[in-house]
């Protein structure tokens, strides 16, 4: 009987691309890709297609771990947003990661659910994993837990949120200037009793939202109503209702402003089950311009926020203050809001005799 002899032939592997296969294809020094590589400035652009190009054509994986050896970083940031189901956050994080891979950062995303215990192990966990930089969206922490969480070696850059001295800075929406615009947009439909229903207390933008509120109904000669809630949909119901249980049919406050286009959507909800009609009874405006704003029944009047935006300049002040050898004051970029009119707002109900 004869013994199969089974034979194991080796199957030829390609040899890994290398930065001297690139240098070779591009035209330049390794070096010079490397610069490319760590988005370095000072780069040609015609050079750094030309690298670029090479990387393509020759499907180059860069070595992370010796990458990180020789730039002493990780090439990557982290992200901390408060509640990844609004869809407010969604829109930020495209913004962050789209600047960030245009940059040759990636991205670690924390959720903290809007929990200020998780926010701040969040911020430990991703010093712990050496991000290069910080990008925290929304805090819901004060500011002198910010200030000593901050102090550090670890750049952090905020979005919708005051600095603390000792980090980068901050990109914002000019949230005064978004609270005005609803307001004044009321006035001039003739409403003169106009309620607010703000978010979470301890978040900076509901503190600036509401101050703002207040400044403008005081210049006016508004009478003001005030609640807070949760910024989520049922939080807005509930808000809403409270709110409504407060005066008699008379009395009523003819118009409302919401923290974010969530809570709105729970106020047209509480409005509906009152048996009150949007705009002719009840006008309706949110913040932020969520997309769904513009497909709700009646489609939403709302602030909007350049969301997409917010996360991409952050990103780029980020990455220009890892990229600089000096240390500047904290920067403070405010971005204009925008007021999108739809069918949620409308003249007061008409007063009968």
Not at 162 to 186: C, K, N, Y
Not at 287 to 314: C, F, K, W, Y
């Amino acid at each position: 009987m004869r013994e199969r002899v089974m034979r194991h032939e080796k199957i030829p592997v390609d040899p890994p691309v290398t930065l001297d296969d690139v240098a070779l294809a591009a035209g330049v020094s390794t070096a010079t890709v490397s610069r490319v590589i760590n988005n370095f400035p000072r780069v040609a652009d015609t050079t750094r297609r030309s690298v670029l190009d090479a990387i393509e054509r020759l499907h180059y994986t860069p070595n992370f771990a010796g990458r990180m050896l020789a730039t002493q970083r990780a090439h990557t940031l982290g992200l901390i947003i408060t509640d990844i189901t609004n869809p407010f956050y969604p829109a930020v994080v495209r913004g962050v990661e789209a600047a960030a891979l245009h940059h040759g950062f990636s991205v670690l995303l924390y959720d903290t659910a809007e929990n200020q215990k998780r926010e701040a192990q969040a911020l430990q966990l991703l010093r712990e994993r050496q991000v290069d930089g910080l990008v925290i969206c929304s805090s819901r922490l004060g500011i002198s837990r910010l200030e000593q969480l901050a102090h550090g070696k670890t750049p952090i850059v905020f979005i919708n949120s005051q600095p603390a001295l000792s980090t980068v800075g901050s990109v914002e929406t000019d949230h005064e200037l978004g609270m005005r615009a609803a307001v004044e947009h009321l006035l001039h439909l003739g409403h003169r009793r106009i309620a607010y229903l703000g978010g979470p207390p301890t978040s900076q933008v509901q503190k600036r939202r509401l101050k703002a509120y207040r400044d403008v109904a005081r210049d006016h000669g508004v009478q003001t109503l005030e609640g807070s809630q949760q910024p989520t949909v049922e939080g807005g119901e509930a808000g809403t209702r409270e709110l409504l249980g407060e005066h008699d049919p008379d009395g009523r406050f003819t118009a409302l402003v919401t923290y974010n286009d969530l809570m709105a959507t729970g106020a047209l909800l509480a409005a509906r089950a009152g048996e009150l009609r949007v705009p002719e009874d009840l006008s309706v405006i949110g913040h932020d311009d969520i997309p769904m704003a513009a497909l709700l029944s009646p489609a939403l009047t709302t602030v909007r926020q350049p969301m997409q935006e917010l996360g991409s300049r952050a990103v780029a002040m980020l990455v220009g203050h890892l990229q600089s050898s000096t240390t500047a004051n904290p920067t403070i970029l405010s971005l204009h809001p925008q007021l999108m009119v739809r069918a949620s707002t409308g003249p007061p109900p008409v007063a009968h005799p």
